[in-house]
DNA sequence: GTCATACGCAACCAACGGTTGCAGGAGGTT
DNA sequence: AACCTCCTGCAACCGTTGGTTGCGTATGAC
């Protein structure tokens, strides 16, 4: 259960799935089994290029490899990667809801022993 | 079936929790039950102004809430909000991971395919 | 009243997401 | 071969944002 109490986030990975812009891709990337940076371009409301250096960026952090196939550049996402990033997400989100619960649950003692 | 697949995530609540800066303010707020521009800068690798931007960021989305309080402003976790935001991210995680472990399933068929 | 402290505002800087423009290379057509 | 098309990569530029320093002000404590 790798369990590494201190938050083992990975700012870099974290701030790559941050932008909106770099979901999307890797939504559309896992839809598709893949894509160039103008076919992604093209479902997009962006540009080419800022296709592209979004793909270098995910491409920096692992969540995506691009090889060259003919004369496009291919992209396609690393599962393993992504799971990692999903993990992550998970964790931040449970560590918080666990400090909600747990104030909750204190507000709700306060609140019992004061009507008594 | 390839169309929108996005969900309904509200990018401004998102980008919010995206910031590492952010998301830190929350957990020492959570933890500590409330905080100033002040004490949390002192806690922090940032000056107070930087942190007093990112409580306005955080007030505007509703993530947190700040009364004046004697020569102070003090700042709370809205609880409410930040559950919105939880389930966030479990939503982006889940729809990710639904899609990683439908693909795992497709390659396996398609292995066992191959080896009969 | 004075002093320390917490705040808010403004100017400034670097990094980032986005754009336009252009040069070059791989494939298909004639 | 020459030509045309399309995809890529690089550079310059712009607005926003996370961060800083500096300064004026108000409020609580002595």
Redesign the interface.
Known sequence: MTSTLVEP?D?DL??AI???TR??M??LL????GGTATSLSRQMPVTRQAVAKHLGVLDRVGLVRGDPAGRERRYRVD?AQ??R??AQ??S??S???A??RR??RIAEEIQRARTE
Chains 1, 2 share one sequence.
Not at 30 to 33: F, R
């Open positions: 986030v700012d974290w701030s941050g932008d909106p979901r999307r890797l939504d896992l839809a598709e089994g599962d992504l799971a990033a999903v997400l998970a931040v989100g560590a918080w809801d400090r909600l104030i909750k």
